[in-house]
């Protein structure tokens, strides 16, 4: 299974998202057939993680600092088998520009049952604080999927 985890930038919520489903996946027997990414929809290619996303990351025994970002393009999109968005802002563009499979692209929260409140919060430009309760969630709801995909 290929997943990729789509954000603003790539900068902040998506590589902490790919770090933290990678550690998650860790425990599981399948994760060699799981492909993990993520990718940004406006991403300055080759740019590394956020400062504070470093650290949270780190706080949490990941290492995300080798990440660069990266732009995502029609082709992986198309070779996804599952789009994991921050927010619906991006799923919407996802869907307009990139691929117009409904059914490969949702939220994070959305694939892991939420239906109100379906966007992670970006925390660029707050405080560490901020960056931790957005890895919170989205340890939250990684869990929730993996639960769903049986995995």
């Known amino acids: 299974m290929n997943i990729i985890f789509v954000c603003y ?18 425990s599981s027997e399948k994760s060699d ?3 993990v990414r ?3 929809i406006h991403a300055y290619e080759g740019s590394p993680p956020h400062s504070k996303s470093i650290q949270v990351a780190k706080e949490r025994g990941i290492d995300i600092s080798g990440y660069g970002g990266v732009q995502l393009t029609k082709e992986m ?16 563009h996802i869907l307009s520009y990139y691929t117009n499979d409904s ?9 892991g049952g939420e239906t109100d409140d379906l ?20 340890e939250e709801y990684s869990i929730k999927i993996l639960e769903k995909l049986d995995l």
């Open 119 to 138: 966007d992670v919060d970006d925390p660029y430009g707050l405080s560490t604080e901020a960056f931790r309760r957005c890895a919170d969630e989205i």
């Open 9 to 26: 930038a790539n900068l902040c919520r998506s590589p902490l998202a790919e770090g933290i489903f990678k550690q998650l996946l860790e």
């Open 77 to 92: 999109a198309r070779e996804a088998e599952l789009i994991l968005t921050l927010d619906e802002s991006v799923k919407q």
């Open 33 to 35: 057939s799981i492909i």
């Open 103 to 111: 059914k490969k692209v949702v939220t994070l929260k959305e694939c």
């Open 38 to 40: 993520s990718a940004g």
